[in-house]
């Protein structure tokens, strides 16, 4: 073989194996350039990610206060107007017991209720007293159930207050403090 012949071989190997080790580092170089590439677009998405999760999280705790102030008005107004219709039902039942006090009915209340008071005192002596606004019915009282009955200074809305003093002991059956009593435990 002569000597170009042998040069061109060996110019070709030589070729060749220079191909193969820029096709063998341009191979590495685009490996790792790929992974520079995908670990580039990895850490913009997590920080994309940060990003909408944090905006995400404003959002939510903007619409969750704006629902809190909302709640809070709304129980505002529904305790107004529950405490609006309270007082409204309360006005009414005193407008019937007002009515209740010019019946029968409630002379009969307070002949039971006195009653009661006899049959607890039984011996002993005990002090009934009446409503101002049932001073009219006072005499006609006292005589049915045979004992003294006082009106007390101050109105307590109907019903009877009695004391009975060697026991130590203080009815209140008035109309006054059952409804005091009422509006208490009272709930819609």
Request: proline share 2%; net charge negative.
């Given at each position: 073989?002569?000597?170009?012949?042998?040069?061109?071989?060996?110019?070709?190997?030589?070729?060749?194996?220079?191909?193969?080790?820029?096709?063998?580092?341009?191979?590495?170089?685009?490996?790792?350039?790929r992974e520079m590439l995908e670990a580039y677009?990895?850490?913009?998405?997590?920080?994309?990610?940060?990003?909408?999760n944090a905006a995400k999280a404003g959002v939510?705790?903007?619409?969750?206060?704006?629902?809190?102030?909302?709640?809070?008005?709304?129980?505002?107004?529904?305790?107004?107007?529950?405490?609006?219709?309270?007082?409204?039902?309360?006005?009414?039942?005193?407008?019937?017991?007002?009515?209740?006090?010019?019946?029968?009915?409630?002379?009969?209340?307070?002949?039971?209720?006195?009653?009661?008071?006899?049959?607890?005192?039984?011996?002993?002596?005990?002090?009934?007293?009446?409503?101002?606004?049932?001073?009219?019915?006072?005499?006609?009282?006292?005589?049915?159930?045979?004992?003294?009955?006082?009106?007390?200074?101050?109105?307590?809305?109907?019903?009877?207050?009695?004391?009975?003093?060697?026991?130590?002991?203080?009815?209140?059956?008035?109309?006054?403090?059952?409804?005091?009593?009422?509006?208490?435990?009272?709930?819609?």
């Open positions: 073989m002569e000597i170009n012949e042998k040069l061109d071989i060996f110019y070709r190997a030589t070729i060749e194996a220079a191909e193969g080790q820029s096709r063998e580092l341009l191979k590495g170089q685009e490996r790792i350039y677009e990895k850490k913009k998405q997590e920080e994309q990610q940060t990003k909408t939510r705790r903007e619409i969750n206060r704006a629902a809190s102030e909302q709640m809070t008005e709304i129980k505002k107004h529904f305790h107004a107007e529950q405490e609006k219709r309270r007082e409204e039902l309360f006005a009414a039942v005193e407008d019937k017991i007002r009515a209740f006090r010019g019946t029968e009915d409630y002379v009969r209340l307070l002949k039971d209720k006195i009653r009661a008071v006899q049959d607890f005192a039984g011996e002993e002596e005990f002090t009934v007293y009446l409503d101002p606004g049932d001073e009219p019915l006072r005499e006609r009282l006292a005589q049915e159930a045979g004992c003294v009955l006082a009106v007390d200074a101050k109105p307590f809305g109907g019903g009877i207050r009695a004391v009975i003093p060697t026991k130590n002991v203080l009815f209140d059956e008035s109309f006054s403090e059952k409804l005091k009593k009422e509006r208490e435990v009272f709930s819609f």
